[in-house]
Every structure is written in C-alpha cells, then in structure tokens.
C-alpha cells in the first residue's frame, strides 16, 4: 500500500488569493512573458489585506531581492536596464506579509524591446 502526503511549504498560506502585477497599468495575474514600454512602472495588488509587500527575485542571483510595498506605483529600473542592454531577463514576484509569509507567486520574463522590427511594447492603457 502506498500513501501519498502533500503538504504546502510551512510559510505558504492555503488562502492566497489571486495578486496581480500591474505593468505599466496593464494586469498580469500568472506567469508570462512581458514587454513594457519605457519607463517600467509597477504597481502590486492582492486581495488579501495581510499582504504588505511584495519580493522580486534579481534576474541572475535569486538570493539577492528587492522589495516593494503594495499599492504603490514605483519603477521597475533593474528589468528595464536590462532591456534597453538588449538582454532577456527575469524575476519572481512574490507576494508576502511583514513575517514572510508567501501570498502568491508569479514569475515575469522580461523580453527587450527590437527597435529592428518597429519597437513594439506592451503600452500603457491610457495611452
């Protein structure tokens, strides 16, 4: 007989929620691939009021993080140096409360912008 036991990290909480990841006002809630227009702004939500902030993982060395409050719109220069480099980048995003308890995770993969085929961008909304 054979018994299977799943069971979650200890600090991953069971009523995450969705959290989303605004780019340059335009919503992502999973993980994608992106290419915002310059500048890179953010802005994070999640349902959940315990959750105050949220982790990004640096591109190339994931023990090394950034951290950004929720609600707050702020610039998102690290990825957005990388693409004006012409280097593909990415990062996870996770979403905690002031413990370190994890809310959600999502993991965006940053793709620079081609200016040899029209520099298309994911533009602001209102733009």
Do not use: W
Not at 104 to 124: K, N, R, S, V, W
């Amino acid at each position: 007989m054979a018994v299977m036991l799943l069971c979650a990290p200890v600090n991953a909480r069971a009523d995450s929620g969705a959290f989303t990841v605004f780019l340059n006002d335009l919503p992502y809630s999973h993980t994608t691939k992106v290419r915002p227009c310059y500048p890179v702004m953010a802005r994070f939500e999640h349902p959940n009021p315990a959750v105050t902030r949220v982790r990004m993982r640096y591109p190339y060395n994931h023990s090394m993080y950034m951290l950004f409050d929720v609600g707050v719109d702020v610039h998102i220069k690290l990825h957005e140096d990388f693409m004006k480099k012409g280097q593909l980048s990415l990062s996870d995003f996770i979403a905690e409360d002031e413990a370190g308890n994890q809310y959600g995770m999502m993991t965006l993969t940053f793709i620079p912008i081609d200016p040899q085929h029209g520099e298309f961008c994911d533009a602001y909304l209102n733009s």
